[in-house]
Every structure is written in C-alpha cells, then in structure tokens.
C-alpha cells in the first residue's frame, strides 16, 4: 500500500480523500494556492505545500508544480478529486513517467473519454446504445446542418471536450443552427481550448441516469447503482438521488449491465461514472463517460455501504475489488444537495463571501462534506460549492422528510446561498414523485423563487 498521497485539489473533496488515506494509514499531502491558506484542507492537514499564485492555471492546474512537491515530498501516490486535473490524460501519464501512482485509469483511457466524440464511437462499437448523432466529429457548421437534417430536430450540438455543461446548444430551428454552432465552439475554445464538435439528437424531457463502476486490475467491473441526476440548471447538476424513482428493477438491470460493458470496453480501471439519458419510452442511451471520482459519489457510499475512495486507492495500489456484483446490496435512498455560494434571486451570481455563522446539520443518516467553517472567506476564483448535504433513509419519503430538516438545520450567514431554492424544490410535486425530467428547472424556477412561506405548506 502507499506510504503518502499527494491530494491535488482543494475544498471538501480535499478533505475526503484525506479522510480515506489516513483510514488506509496512508500519510496524506495537501497542496494549496495563495489565495487558500486559510482553506480548512490547509488547516487540518500535516503537510501542506503552497503551489502557486490564486488563479487555477498556476495553482491547482499547474501539473509541474504538483509533480515537484510529490517528488520532494516523497510522495507515491497522486489523487486528482474533481475537477481541475482529474480528466487531463497528459497529466496522468506524467505521474506513470515519474513512477507515482494515479488514483484513476490509464492515461490513454481518460484520453479516449475525454473526446466525446470518440467515446460515443467506442460505446457505438461494443454495442452500447449512444444517443443518435454524426459519426464522430463535424468539421464545420456547413456539415453540421447537413448531419442535423439528417438526424431530425431538435439537435444538441456539442463539444468534443466539453464537461461542466459547457459548449452545449441547442437547436430547434434549422435557420439557426450555423449560428448557434459557431456560439457552442467559440464557448469551447474559451473554456477547452478545442473546437471539436458533434452533434446528438435533443432527448426531449430526458432522465438522466448514471452509473457508478468501479473496476480493479484483475478484471473484476461491477457497479455500484444509478444515481438520478435531473436536477439540473444549465447541464449542472444540483440534487441527485438513488436509487432512481423511475427505473424498473429490469431496466436498471440493463443499464446497470451497459455501463460494465461501456467500462469494458474502454479497458477502465478504478472509479468511474457512466452517464446516460432516459427517454419517457424508456430507451436509455450513453453520453459519456466520466474518469474520476464524482461530486455525488456519497449518495451511492450511503447505499452501498462501500467507500468509494478508499476502493478507489486500493485498486489503484494494485489491490483486487474485495467483492463482486453479487455482493453489492443497495439499500435504503439517499438524496443529495450540492449548496452553493451564490444567489438565486440574483441569477446565481457567485457569492464569494465571509461565512459569519455556521451552523452544520446532524443526526440519524445525515452527513455534510464541506470545507468550510465559521469565519472563513470564500474565495472568489473558484467553484462555488461549499458543502454537501447527504442524507440516507430506509425508503424515499423518510430521505425526503429527512432532506428537508437537515436543509432547515443548516445555517450558512454571510454570502447568499442556494439552500432556500433546494429546500423549496423537497416541497414541489414533481420532486415529491420523483418523475422530475431534467427539464425541471427550466419549467419550475420562476414558479418556485416566487413561492411565499405559504406554499410550502400547501404541497407538504
Ligand atoms: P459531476 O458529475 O461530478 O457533478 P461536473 O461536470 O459537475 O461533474 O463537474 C465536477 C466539478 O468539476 C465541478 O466543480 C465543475 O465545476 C468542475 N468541472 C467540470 N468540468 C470542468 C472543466 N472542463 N474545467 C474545469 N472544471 C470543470
Ligand atoms: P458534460 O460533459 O457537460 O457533463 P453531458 O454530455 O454529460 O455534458 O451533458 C450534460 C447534460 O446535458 C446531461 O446531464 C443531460 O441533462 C443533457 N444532455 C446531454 N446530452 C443530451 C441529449 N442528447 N439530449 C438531451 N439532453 C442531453
Ligand atoms: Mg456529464
């Protein structure tokens, strides 16, 4: 097993991959910018490197810097978390050329995930459903709206790099399509630096539904559950619960049995998502694969009772899955809600802020993962998740009625927050059945913001 783990992130991810190394008796290293010295990572840990100025690309983006402080600090490990370099394949191969291991698969596959594009002709080849769309990548907005007509409108045009719901457009008029091409690429070139794009049939009112795998290096793959990530505003997710309200034991089978085969296929190891879209006729198709821990893995930690981190070091360590998928039982549902520093009321500008009083929720199946604390300015450069609130219940309506005290417990006073929004959204019929499509927010936003106290109660 490893001796010390470099933790090249920041926040409360930071902080759970932490927690897992020092359960394995692993000795973890934190890394920070200047502008997060006072970042709860930084506070509890043993060893904490600054790495570089405040802004992402010569901090937590800063590959070089990160290999420097692992090899000084006798590190033989590196965990990515999310975001930042979790999905940057170059990276990956620079911790195999440097002898240090990557908490993740192989550089080549996160590579091949990593273009969209090819993934979806990977998943086409080993007979998993993809969405209907162009045969890899369109070279410009002439064959794009040639491909469009062939597929039918709506469209989704999409970029090849894209992730965090960036570079996506969609297209219900044809006479608007070279336009709204050249928009998602020049967004894509912004945010990826790539201008490849591709293109799907638009699911109307689609599901989505995920999977979680975990694979080792003995060949063992099983997953782990769906999670239903529908919530969502601009194609980021903001709840997510498991198991699915709207998938049938059979047709979680088959999914369930798609994402091993799409991880198969990709020849995975470690942790892994598959994502997919469900339309209302219950076709489920593949859109892409994320290579790295997930923002909502405590959901499935609660129901599956299997640490996902900890499993996610052992097998980077060379070590088997301990169990098959005979073994994995979920039980119970989890709901999760991603609270953010931002205002609602203010079309979610980030709220980088002092956090005046705090005030963290507990009890019976409730678990918050944060890096924040009383008195802690929230930085300005980065995403604007704070904590995590995840709470676990033997049936759905006790996770729901659990959900909303927890929400009701937790105070954050000093930046504008979203949990009004997410304990308001527990109230809504739709959320309260579960048939919630990920067209939600668009349709329910406005109507919810405008709720007064009263409405709540009327749902309830
Ligand atoms: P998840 O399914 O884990 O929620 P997201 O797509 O929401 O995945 O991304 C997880 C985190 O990574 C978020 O904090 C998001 O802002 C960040 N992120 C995702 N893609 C990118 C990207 N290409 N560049 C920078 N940050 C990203
Ligand atoms: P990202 O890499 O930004 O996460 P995804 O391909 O996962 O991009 O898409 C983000 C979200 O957009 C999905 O969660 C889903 O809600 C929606 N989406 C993606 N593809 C389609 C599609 N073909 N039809 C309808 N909705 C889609
Ligand atoms: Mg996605």
Redesign the pocket.
Known sequence: MFKRLLIANRGEIALRVARACRELDIDPVMVYSEADRDALHVQLAAHAYCIGPAPAQQSYLNGDAILTVAKAAGCDAIHPGYGFLSENAAFAQECADEGIAYVGPAAHVIATMGN?AAAREMMKRAGVPV?PGSDGSVANAHEGALVAKEIGYPV?I?AAA?????G?RRVYDPDRFEELFEEARAESRACFNDDEMYL????VN?H?IEFQILADSQGTIVHLGDRD?SI?RR?QKMIEETPSHVLSDELRERMGAAAVAAARAAGYQNAGTV?F?LDHTGEFYF??MNTRIQVEHPITEMVSDVDLVREQIRVAAGLPLGFTQEDVHIKGHAIECRVNAEDPMCNFAPSPARIDFLHVPGGMGVRVDTGIYQGYTVPAQYDSLIAKLDVWAPTRLEALRRCRRALEELIVEGPATNIDLLHQVMYHPQFIHGTYT?SFMDEHLQEILDWNGEQKKVNA
């Open positions: 969209k969405v989704l999409k894209g992730g965090g719901g960036r996506m799907e049939k638009l699911i689609p989505h990530c969502q194609g994502e879209v859109i892409e990920t």
